[in-house]
Every structure is written in C-alpha cells, then in structure tokens.
C-alpha cells in the first residue's frame, strides 16, 4: 500500500485568496465569434502557472515589443467590459493601454468595442492582476495604474478578498515607474475607507490631492456601473497618489 502523501508532496493550487471568484458566464455568439477573430490580435498569450488565471513567475513581457512602440503605458485592473479603457484607448492614441480581466465576456466585449474604434493602442490580458504586475510586466513599466470599482466583498468574512489591503502595495509600486500614478474609484464608503488607510501607511506612494479625496479623475467615463451604484444612493470616491522615487 503506498505511503500517504505528506503536505510538501502535494501540488499547490494557490496560497493566498484570490479578489474574484471566477464564474463562468455564458458567451453571445458575438462575444464568441470576437474572441474566436479578435483574441489573436488584443489578447496577450500567457504562460500559467497552477492556475488557469495565473501568471508564471519569469515569464516577463516587453510593452515596446508588444505596441512596436516605446510609449507610456496605463493598466486598468478588472477593466469590466472595457467601457472606460476602450474610451480612454481611442481617445488617446500617443499612449499604450492594457486591460487586466479574468471575465471572458467582458474581454470578448472589449475587444469588440476596440475593434469597432479601431484602437490599435489596447492589449488584453486573461489573468489575475498582481501576477500579471508581479510577473508579466516589467519592474517600473507602468505610467498609470486603475483600479476603478474592484469587487467590495462588502461581506466582513469576505473582507480579505479584497484587492487593495497592504499585500497589494509593494505589487503596484513596483510596476509603476518613479512618479507614476495609482488612481483607484469605489462607490463603497468602507472601502475607500480601507483604501486611503492602506495608502496613508504605504512609504512608497504620496497622496496627489488634499483633503479627505481625490476629485473625480476625468479619464474615468460614466459607466452603466457607476450610474448603478449612484442610483442605489452611494457616493462615488476617488483616490490618487504618485509612486516616490526608488532609493
């Protein structure tokens, strides 16, 4: 009989909670035939880990090979169904932009829209979104980094979901470039409550406003999101803080 395997032996899946939970949703047969014809040119090929959001460690991308192109680079983090990078991707053509999703829907919906705007500019990718700034893209590569309505978790037993807790910090400072700026958005008031505190103890970021927060950044459009959450009477808020120069 063979031995029991000990705790060392067994493949590890993941070792920490992950911010989504990643369902799988049904495709429309456009969103099907988008990521059928359009994932070959938007979609970034990733190599996995454990996973199948996963990152695998080393498997660096070069953004200039990527774009053919040395230009500032902006992330969004859970881009949705893309309606605020499409935007923000068409309207802004000298800069590159990536969109960090694990949806296929909405992936499948942003590549529709960027084809249809013929934004040349936006690249896709598939996976969990402080691998891909961990391990995919290069140390200070990034201009700007969106996050813009992450999953609350509002659930307290779920709060360690939650994207922006201090794990994340050294995650993002590393990808953005020495001035870049972290501009996050949520219409839940206690987690920008955990937001700003997380950052107020974050040595590598400063605030880039005054008082309690940010204005609304103009970037970000008006989304059928954030109309949801204003219709349901929660306040919009808005943080921005810039990455200190490295020692």
Request: without cysteine; aromatic residues 8%; charged residues 30%.
């Amino acid at each position: 009989m063979p031995e029991p395997e000990s705790a060392a032996d067994v493949p590890r899946y993941r070792d920490k909670p992950v911010s989504f939970v990643r369902r799988s949703g049904r495709m429309s047969e456009a969103q099907d035939r988008a990521w059928e014809e359009l994932s070959p040119r938007y979609l970034l090929p990733v190599e996995r880990d454990a996973a199948s959001t996963s990152v695998l460690p080393g498997s660096v991308i070069d953004p200039a090979a990527v774009f053919g192109r040395s230009a500032p680079l902006i992330v969004e983090i859970g881009s949705g169904q893309g309606h605020a990078i499409v935007h923000a991707a068409s309207s802004r053509p000298e800069t590159d932009f990536v969109a960090v999703e694990v949806f296929r829907a909405g992936l499948a919906r942003t590549m529709l829209d960027a084809d249809r705007a013929a934004a040349d500019n936006l690249r896709l990718v598939e996976a969990n979104a402080p691998e891909v700034l961990e391990h995919l893209l290069p140390e200070a590569s990034i201009d700007e980094l969106w996050v813009f309505f992450p999953d609350p978790w509002h659930k307290a037993k779920h709060n360690k979901r939650r994207l922006i807790a201090p794990a994340f910090v050294p995650i993002a400072a590393r990808a953005l470039r020495d001035g870049g700026t972290l501009r996050l958005a949520t219409d839940w008031e206690d987690y920008a409550l955990q937001m700003r505190a997380v950052l107020a103890e974050a040595v590598d970021f400063a605030p880039e406003f005054e008082g309690e927060w940010a204005p609304r950044f103009d970037g970000r459009v008006m989304t059928a999101f954030e109309r949801k959450g204003i219709a349901k009477g929660r306040e919009i808020r808005d943080l921005a803080y810039r990455r200190r120069p490295r020692s």
